[in-house]
């Protein structure tokens, strides 16, 4: 995709500094070889279009139930193979995987913004925390999967080894908003623990996710062991899960629930990253530039199409005004536009249903009497689904946009006098997934995060001070998910704990002809001493 003529349909600034000529065309033959990597033999195809222009893409081939079963043979088999490999080579796999996606940033940030819309600047937020992820895992594998020591009953006698096996086949099911990230992040550690992999990334993105396939492929994990197939959410979702070892969803609550269910009828395990309607706290003593630079991050980051992004603001009455003011003048500010170079700081949402789902909870709130301070509006001179970056006052709870997730650049701010009144308010509503406070006073703002209910907080920093550290697990409180992403956790969700105990000398019956009863006299002797001696 790298050569051609540039699109007559992408109009815009540009930067000199980025190859233009180099990057604005879209070659149909770059596509279609990515397609070929879709497990497929059922001649159906389904179009991508771009939101940059609304125009088709690529057709992409699409999966039957035939497919995903021969999807998860070839997994199967792959998978036994790799378990058997080193932690240390795979490792090597994966610092390869690092360097690739660095080296490749042009392209793969092209081919997101192709088919996501996002700004430039938001979608290499992608490459950057693929190569986070790969090299985390990848020097981090031996303390997470390493077997490990525990207590044994008897001491010195009883030996307890601690095994981190494989599960086998991951299923991972993933979303567009961040299409390559989301189609490389979970599986990343899944490989490294030993499994094999069959993903079904959205339908709208599936090019970022063959791509990323690809680069995978090239830095040395066999073909078979990544297994993409492609078609409708339902169907192939439900093929998945019949089949998996374990599932790995990130999308919709509303989805997340059905995945849950799926998975509870195998009794098999799942983790899931859901919604969520992220408060940000503004505290008194918060210095506003940095809280309103923060604020602009929270909201606008590809368009609000971003489980951690905010769209609740609470602020201190002593600071509202000015904070208010701040944040409308930053983001009247933004450079907006739907192009591939680096001047914008916002782009396109995603799809015609994303625009009408942003446009309608703007509508509801607004017939109902809140106040538009700046945005409102869909911008079709930009790209056919662009809508403004939007700060609402005056939400009230009848409003949509009030509870549910907006999944777009909209953000309601409140004001508050009482900080316990708004970590209350923080705390409405059934999602957990990230909040924030600033505050210049750390410790006590550290201190309210606990009272926060949700997965990750954020303090003096929108999202990216947890979802860029890869050793601080991620994920949701109450229905933002189960399971958590990054760290341990994210890589020991894809193992079974297995416990090898080895017994030396003596065994748990009576020995010497002892008697039954004398036997549980010298047991409980021995609790007791053990509980004199500190023994946990
Ligand atoms: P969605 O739940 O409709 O789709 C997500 C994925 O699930 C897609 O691949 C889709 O094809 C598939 N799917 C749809 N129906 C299915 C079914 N019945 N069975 C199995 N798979 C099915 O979500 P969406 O609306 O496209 O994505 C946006 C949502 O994702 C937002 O709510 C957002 O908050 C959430 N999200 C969460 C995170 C996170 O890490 N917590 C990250 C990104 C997005």
Known sequence: MTAGNPDPLVTGPRDPEHDASATLAFEPEYAAALTQRV????????VVISPLTGQPLAHVPQSSNDDVAEAFRRARRAQVAWARTSLDQRAEALLRLHDLVLDRQDEIIDLIVWESGKARKHACDEPLHIALTARYYA??????????????????LTRIDVNHVPKGVVGIISPWNYPFTM???????????GNAVVIKPDAQTMLSALLAAELLEEAGIPRDLWQVVAGPG???????????DFVCFTGSTATGRL?????AERLIGCSLELGG???????????????AEGAVRASYSN???????TERMFVADQVYDRFVDRFVARTEAMTLGATLDWGN?????ISENQLVAVQAHVDDAVAKGAVVRTGGRARPDLAPYFFEPTILEGVTPDMACFGSETFGPVVAVYRFHDEADAIARANEGEYGLNGSIYSQDGARARAMARQIKCGSVNINEAFGATFGSLDSPMGGMRESGLGRRQGAEGIRRYTETQAVGTQRLIRFAPMFGMSDAAYAKVMTASLRLMKKLGRP
């Open 303 to 309: 368009a609000g199409q971003l489980c951690v992004s």
């Open 277 to 291: 309607k992220n408060p940000i706290l503004v505290l008194r003593d918060a210095d506003i530039e940095k809280a």
């Open 345 to 349: 700081d916002m782009g396109s949402l």
């Open 139 to 156: 020097r981090t594998a031996h303390k997470h999967l390493d077997s490990e020591r525990r207590l044994g009953v008897i001491p010195t």
């Open 39 to 46: 497990t497929s033999s059922s001649g159906e195809s389904a």
């Open 234 to 244: 339902p169907e192939i979702g439900a093929a998945i899960i019949g089949r998996a």
């Open 259 to 263: 995945i849950a269910k799926g998975c």
């Open 183 to 193: 189609a490389l992040c979970d599986g990343i550690p899944a490989l490294m623990a």
